[in-house]
């Protein structure tokens, strides 16, 4: 929702006072510009003159992926509220010089873009421009991932992801399955548009099916979605991936949930330790790349927007560090030596906290690499460990 508020002194607004005796007025809400089940993402351009706002928002078409981004005008007085594209699929604009016009370009991970021309008055489409042909592509070998959603921990929440099979896929057979995580509540990492290349080709092509997944606590959906991060970074809406996997395999036998791997960078670096750590029924086998495993040791700008300050004992409860001694399963840790992002001290603390445990596990430090998975030889370290750990 986009509200507006007073940009001078609000006559209804409580004032307040200062050291000094200066008067402050607090702003109050001078009207709710818009409402529904939708989350607005981004203001493009506010028209004073008009007294108009344009906007791109998800959500608003129940029929679609609520992630899809779609654009919209609305008056300042939260009238007229206008859309402006309306294909199924993830949306960008381009407007002509005088905003008359648009060209609405859309696409899906398993629909080529879509290019249309539009009045920016109503939305009405003017006509079809083009449409990308991707039969070379497809003569050449490459599949679409499959868009899969499922309830979430509620049993009323959809959560969206999708699955990469191996390029030589054969249903007969069972497939170990790894996902990749990142569960930043900052944002939401599913993708959405269509993309030429085969992601994930490294692992498809030994033999795995990889998944990626939003679940409850990142954002672009409901507070309450989001709020299931707050104070809780170890959640990391492992319910849901857990739930959704287990309905995609109900759906897909050949993914092999008794061989199940996750690795992640970053955030995605703690979850990853953390599914091995609080969730080893499910996840057998990790990589953590240059993770923050322990929020009390990283960037107070970024944790304590979700842990919350001061420092209580939630921050203990979500420590992989403090929480070493429920590792089960394999993990293999990675961190660059130069890491300028995640102190490496993370994870060397974490490594002393499982050696101190008697865990066994995997401690890869990599000279002068920097915030990441450890470049090519990490990756192909990481590759590695899933062949020795998750294939037969």
Not at 44 to 63: H, P, T, V
Not at 171 to 199: D, N, T
Not at 332 to 349: A, K
Request: net charge negative.
């Amino acid at each position: 929702m986009i509200d507006a508020t007073a940009p001078c002194e609000d006559a209804d607004a409580e004032p307040q006072v200062a050291a000094g005796g200066k008067r402050l007025f607090a702003p109050g809400l001078k009207n709710q510009i818009t409402q529904g089940e939708f989350v607005v993402r981004g203001v493009d351009r506010i028209d004073e003159e008009r007294r108009q706002i344009w906007f791109r928002a998800g959500g608003a078409n129940a029929d679609q992926d609520p992630y899809f981004i779609h654009y919209y005008r609305v008056n300042f007085d939260g009238s007229g509220l206008m859309a402006l594209t309306e294909g199924d699929g993830n949306h960008s604009v381009q407007f002509s010089p005088d905003r008359r016009f648009l060209i609405d370009t859309y696409s899906r991970v398993d629909m080529p873009p879509v290019h249309e021309l539009r009045r920016a008055e109503d939305g009405a489409l003017v006509c079809r421009l083009e449409e990308a042909d991707i039969s070379e592509l497809c003569e050449f070998g490459w599949k679409p991932p499959e868009v899969f959603v499922a309830k979430g921990r509620d049993g009323i929440t959809d959560i969206w992801g999708v699955i990469y099979r191996p390029r030589e896929f054969d249903p007969q057979r069972e497939y170990p399955v790894v996902e990749e995580i990142y569960a930043g509540p900052q944002g939401a990492y599913v993708p959405k548009s269509f993309s030429s290349r085969s992601r994930y080709a490294s692992l498809t092509d030994l033999g795995f099916i990889v998944v990626k997944i939003d679940g409850m606590g990142t954002a672009n959906r409901s507070k309450a979605f989001h709020d299931v991060c707050w104070r809780n970074l170890k959640d990391a809406g492992f319910p849901d991936r857990i739930s959704w996997m287990k309905a995609a395999a109900a759906k897909h036998p050949y993914m092999d949930l008794s061989r199940v791997g996750v690795y992640g960078g970053s955030a995605g670096g703690q979850n990853a330790a953390g599914a091995v750590l609080f969730h080893p029924e499910f996840y057998k086998a990790a990589v953590a790349g240059c993770g923050c495993h322990d929020n009390r040791l990283d960037k107070a700008s970024w944790n304590e927007q979700w842990m919350g300050y001061p420092v209580g004992p939630q921050y203990a409860e979500c420590s992989n560090i403090d929480n070493a001694q429920h590792l089960q399963g394999e993990l293999l840790l990675i961190v660059g030596e130069m890491d300028r992002n995640v102190p490496p001290e993370s994870t060397l603390r974490f490594a002393d906290a499982l050696v101190r445990a008697d865990k066994n596990f995997d401690l890869l430090l990599i000279p002068g690499a920097g915030h990441g998975l450890g470049g090519a030889y990490g990756q192909r370290r990481m590759r590695d460990f899933f062949v020795r750990h998750l294939k037969p």
